[in-house]
């Protein structure tokens, strides 16, 4: 199953939402080098400070509490995501592993 993230296209936001049965807290912000992205999954820190690229797995780590994938995707290319484009143009989506 594919889920996405409801964002917005603001340089700096942070949000709640469920993901895989935890509740995780997303801050995205856009800084001159790219889009970061830190993750939190019921307090544990899991990302910080992981630069944003597109279909690349933000999740690197197979012991992670999330066991699927969390990536960008480009619906009009290939380019990595910025600000101005999150929630239109570029998504994040959660895959979970059981797909």
Do not use: K
């Not at 800084?31 to 690229?53: E, H, K, M, N, S």
């Not at 780590?61 to 994938?69: D, E, K, T």
Request: overall charge negative; aromatic content about 8%; some cysteine.
């Amino acid at each position: 199953m594919i889920y996405t993230v409801p964002l917005r296209p603001t340089a700096a936001q942070s949000l709640t939402c469920p993901i895989a049965g935890l509740q995780c807290q997303i801050w995205l912000r856009q800084l001159a080098t790219g889009l970061y992205l830190d993750l939190t999954a019921d307090t544990i820190p899991l990302l910080r400070g992981i630069i944003c690229q597109n279909a690349t797995d933000l999740i690197r780590n197979p012991a992670s509490l999330l066991p699927g994938r969390l990536y960008f995707s480009d619906t009009q290319g290939h380019d990595d995501p910025v600000f101005s484009g999150l929630g239109s143009r570029f998504l994040l989506h959660y895959e979970d592993d059981t797909s």
